[in-house]
């Protein structure tokens, strides 16, 4: 089955600085790839995702990347506020059958 | 319109027991997909379900059994409970038709302790 690997599983980073979380999946047919969010306590919130047929998408201070012949992908967060303080967690899809997360990395954003 | 609902919140079993929990779909989604997230862990895909059908298994044993309604609700039964199964169970819905089966929404959680 698919594997996606996650890295770092904690960053710190200066408020205003960027921050960039990457991720590794392994089943080439996996062509679905989301960005989660999930504060202490609460549910994981969809923050950005990327389908297999681009390379690259930005929402606001938000992009994610896409390397499909390397098979990884990045989330890159541009001018860090405490509020993007949380756990981000990436995903692999192959047609929203079935999901597979990375184990998540902790940011916290210094004010 | 409304969001991914589950119930209960929490829940306390002992080991051996069995448990059910509820899931209703965000308006208009037909698919259900459950996960187990264990604390400090990400989301682990249980099985997911589309307009009644199961579309998809992970990792987990026949314990874990699931049933989608006609109006797409869902449950997510655990028999013979372990201590290992406790963790937070959440579900989330998508819908086939206009977003496409892949964009996922969740909802809050059940936690579940096993003592």
């Known amino acids: 089955g698919e594997n996606v690997e996650q890295h770092p599983s904690t960053l710190s980073v200066q408020e205003g600085d960027s921050a960039v979380i990457k991720c590794t999946y392994s089943?080439?047919?996996?062509?679905?790839f989301p960005w989660y969010k999930q504060e202490l306590g609460k549910r994981p919130q969809l923050i950005i995702d990327i389908r297999s047929n681009v390379g690259e998408k930005k929402d606001q201070r938000i992009a994610v990347t896409l390397n499909k012949t390397a098979k990884h992908f990045s989330l890159h967060i541009t001018e860090t506020q405490p509020e993007d303080s949380a756990v981000y967690f990436c995903a692999a899809s192959i047609a929203g059958n079935q999901f597979y997360f990375g184990t998540g990395t902790s940011l916290t954003v210094i004010p | 319109e409304t969001g991914v609902t589950q119930s209960p919140t929490h829940l306390i079993k002992t080991r051996g027991q069995q448990v059910t929990l509820r899931c209703s779909p965000k308006s208009g989604h037909d698919t259900v997909s459950w996960y187990q997230q264990a604390l400090g862990q990400g989301p682990q895909f249980i099985f997911q379900y589309y307009r009644e059908e199961e579309n998809g298994r992970g990792n987990f044993p026949p314990r874990f059994s699931g049933l989608q309604f006609p109006n797409y609700s869902s449950e997510l039964n655990v028999n013979a409970l372990l201590l290992g199964d406790s963790a937070l169970y959440l579900c989330a819905s998508s819908s086939a038709g206009t977003g496409g089966a892949d964009t996922q929404y969740f909802g809050p959680g059940t936690r579940l302790t096993v003592l």
């Open positions: 089943d080439s047919a996996s062509n679905y």
